[in-house]
């Protein structure tokens, strides 16, 4: 009699279990039972969440939202102040925790809110929404210990957001007239993005006619700027010339999108020997022309036929 009894309690309890489970679960219908995203962070989703009482009994449902993991299994989300909303799904999700009356065959519908959090780490997060009987959260919780209940599925991948965006702070010449070489050029890059960038890229010189004749090459040695951070670069210029000059600023940067920023100075170079010269030159041509003009204007002064002075500094205009 023992061996027949227990050989019901292990071949048709589980059956009978099974069928029960089933149908607890069956009597409400929830659509959708599974939504799977992929979202940025900060990025809303919203949705209409279809519930069905298939009863003809009243029933009462408290929904409850919980994060999953593989490792942990149920994790209880006990609120947005106590989740890190970085990881967490559950904060992620909006929907009514009150209690949800549904009449015999009635149907309601509720709506449903995915707001990835701001700072939501790249990955993939799980929740579950479940939908157990009870007129409160103890009442609810207790229930799904039972497992008689419908439930939603959350998967949600956070992709990663690549933002490469450097920013010319500043692109200077130290001085605007050079006596001496070099000429000093100060560049300050920001990076505004998510992810180190690498400038590439050079200073081209022109001269006066507009013809490059040199240039200077940005960051040789491939050092990376991490993001919020600032790099400056001092770069000389040196060669003989005389004049004035254009720095052509030309950067490359960006693994994933390739982007440019440019920019230009003006600058003179004048030499202090080449100045001397000049200075030497301009008062050789102001003396001489003093002189020219002088000469030319004592020359037609005497042309003009007036009589010479008397000795007293009379003019004698008998003699005219």
């Known amino acids: 009699m023992r061996l027949i009894f ?13 069928a029960a489970q089933e149908e607890a679960a069956g009597f409400i219908e929830v659509e959708p039972r599974i939504i799977d995203e992929k979202l940025k962070a900060s990025e809303i989703r919203n949705y209409t ?3 069905k009482n298939n009863t003809d009994r009243k029933v009462q449902m408290y929904p409850m939202v919980d994060d999953f993991t593989a490792k942990e299994g149920i994790r209880e989300y006990h609120g947005p102040g106590q989740a890190d909303k970085s990881v967490s799904a559950a904060s992620w999700i909006t929907l009514s925790r009150g209690v949800v009356d549904l009449m015999p065959n009635e149907e309601k519908q509720l709506p449903l809110k995915l707001q990835v959090s701001l700072f939501a780490k790249p990955g993939k997060y799980y929740a579950r929404i479940a939908f157990p009987e009870g007129g409160n959260r103890s ?30 702070m500043e ?36 001269n006066r006619r507009g013809q490059e004749i040199d240039k200077i090459a940005i960051n040789s040695s491939q050092e990376s700027i ?10 000389n210029w040196g060669k003989s010339g005389f004049g004035k000059y254009k720095a052509k600023l030309e950067i490359e940067y960006g693994e994933f999108d390739k982007r440019d920023l440019q920019d230009t100075v003006y600058f003179w170079v004048l030499p202090l020997s080449y100045l001397v010269v000049f200075i030497v030159g301009m008062l050789i041509i102001i003396v001489l022309s003093t002189v020219f003009l002088f000469r030319k204007t004592y020359k037609s002064h005497h042309n003009a036929g007036i009589p010479p002075a008397t000795g007293n500094g009379i003019l004698d205009l008998k003699k005219k």
Not at 142 to 164: A, F, Q, R
Not at 179 to 202: E, Q, S, T, Y
Not at 226 to 235: H, R
């Open 6 to 18: 227990l050989l019901f309690f292990i071949f048709i309890t589980p059956v009978c279990f099974v």
């Open 139 to 168: 009442l609810a919780k207790l229930n799904m210990n039972t497992k008689n209940y419908s439930e939603i599925t959350v998967n949600i991948e956070v992709e990663e957001e690549i933002v490469e965006k450097a920013q010319i």
């Open 171 to 206: 692109f200077k010449s130290l001085k605007n007239i050079y006596l001496k070489f070099p000429a000093v050029f100060n560049l300050i890059l920001r990076n505004f993005g998510n992810r180190d960038v690498v400038p590439n890229g050079n200073i081209y010189i022109y």
């Open 49 to 51: 969440v279809t519930i």
């Open 226 to 235: 991490a993001p919020d951070q600032e790099k400056s670069y001092d770069l």
